[in-house]
């Protein structure tokens, strides 16, 4: 117990700001954080959670003007949301499982289950068990002895994680209640994207924890302990990272990859080139890696970039310095640009403008991440779009956010006859509604391989 305590205490003591400072020169992150069991996460997680129902649902239920938010699942068909609002260990919910969230006059929000199991200490229910019709008419009661005028259900034609309400439940609950109550249903996807997007103060704190984890297996995957020119190939380091990450109880939300750009490859200014693929690495090899894990809830999404020596070189060419340096400057725009109330369409229309300016040939594609990697929220550009997305570009910038900064510039490498090459960098960090913090330092040096 002193062991979680303490590393649970260490975590709520970083701050975002100065970890940024303290990695604003480029300095490598050299060790590798602690790592909880899954039993030693079960009370951080579980007192983030209780902190977000407490202080920042309240919060979010005003904004999006909604006086009951009905959260609705079966087991084994769970509303992805529902994963975010319980306790852990939470495996499933038990048989149909239905959250309320009941606005108070005096502005807290109560909160509490129509179902047959209580969730921890979180969710006290409000039913004394029986028929499966009996807990819907129980769920109707409740309702009408609360007379909100509003009710959030998690449907929406534009976003995924907010559309969580399967067809079969809301028949079931137009079925039960009454006709005025039916007219009162609205779509809850404000808040749902509100409550997804936005981190607290305790996962602010955590957060760099995680990036940390995920950037130091990269450093360790591009190195002489997982690599020999000649011998190991693009799918070894691949399923070193995934297994490597597994051996820490880190969960990879999707698997590694890892691709190479060579002297001779047939590239240009024009093309959409990500290297190849399965290949054996050699000396003078470039070499990208894509990996992201979720750790404490809290989701990572990083992308780094590393050289192989050829015999004769003792540093990485002047020629790819230069071009890592171009790649920092076009991160140092798009940041410059976050700025609350814009949009993401908005946020990328200026970046574009900037670097173009500048001389960068750049691509933009930056998204949210929070407790999924590939978050709700404002969406910068896309790698096969550069212009405007509809819907989820045009979601506005806000405080307390996590992203992926993540694009790629294109530029002419001397050394290699002028053929174009792609930096492709990917660093997270939290936008505070003033600055954005990279949350664990971002790569400004490239990793080398002899």
């Not at 003591?13 to 604003?24: G, H, K």
């Not at 300095?27 to 579980?46: G, K, T, W, Y």
């Not at 403008?353 to 999924?372: D, N, W």
Request: hydrophobic residues 40%; contains cysteine.
């Amino acid at each position: 117990m002193q062991r979680i305590l303490g590393l649970f205490l260490s975590l709520c003591t970083i701050s975002t700001p100065a970890m940024a400072e303290e990695y604003a020169q480029g300095r490598q992150i050299s060790a590798l954080p602690d790592v909880l069991s899954f039993r030693e996460r079960v009370q951080p997680i579980n007192d983030m959670v209780t902190d977000r129902l407490d202080n920042l649902l309240p919060e979010l239920m005003r904004e999006a003007d909604l006086d009951m938010w009905l959260v609705i699942n079966r087991e084994y068909g769970e509303d992805k949301l529902f994963y975010t609002l319980v306790p852990q260990p939470t495996f499933a919910a038990r048989r149909t499982t239905l959250l309320v969230f009941s606005k108070q006059a005096d502005g807290s929000v109560e909160r509490f289950s129509v179902s047959r199991y209580p969730i921890g200490e979180l969710y006290p229910t409000v039913w004394e068990g029986g028929t499966k019709a009996q807990q819907w008419q129980r769920l109707a009661e409740v309702i009408a002895e609360r007379d909100p005028k509003r009710i959030g259900i998690n449907v929406s034609e534009d976003w995924a994680l907010a559309d969580g309400l399967s067809v079969g439940l809301h028949k079931q609950l137009l079925k039960v209640l009454p006709g005025k109550y039916q007219e009162r249903l609205v779509s809850a996807e404000k808040l749902v994207i509100r409550w997804l997007e936005t981190r607290s103060q305790k996962e602010l704190n955590v957060y760099p924890q995680a990036v940390t984890l995920a950037r130091r297996v990269i450093a360790e995957a591009f190195s002489n302990k997982v690599i020999t020119p000649g011998v190991t190939t693009t799918k070894d380091v691949e399923w070193y990272l995934r297994e490597r990450f597994e051996e820490l109880q880190l969960r990879p939300w999707f698997q590694p990859y890892v691709n190479i750009q060579r002297q001779g490859d047939k590239t240009s200014k024009d093309d959409v080139f990500i290297g190849e693929y399965n290949r054996t690495i050699l000396p003078g090899d470039i070499i990208h890696t894509d990996v992201g894990i979720c750790y404490l809830n809290q989701c990572t999404d990083t992308q780094e970039m590393g050289y192989v020596l050829k015999l004769h070189e003792t540093d990485v060419p002047a020629g790819l310095k230069q071009a890592m340096a171009i790649g920092n400057r076009w991160q140092d725009i798009l940041t410059s640009n976050f700025k609350s109330g814009l949009t993401g369409n908005e946020i990328l229309a200026n970046t574009i403008k900037q670097s173009k300016a500048a001389g960068i040939v750049s691509s933009t594609y930056t998204h949210p991440l929070g407790f999924v990697g590939h978050a709700p929220g404002p969406t910068i550009g896309m790698w096969d779009n550069q212009g405007p997305t509809p819907v989820q570009g045009d979601w506005k910038l806000h405080p307390n956010t996590v992203y992926a900064i993540e694009g790629n510039i294109k530029t002419q490498l001397p050394e290699w006859d002028n053929q174009w090459i792609q930096i492709k960098l990917e660093q997270d960090a939290v936008f505070d509604g003033k600055h954005v913090w990279y949350l664990a330092g971002r790569q400004t040096q490239w990793h080398v391989i002899r």
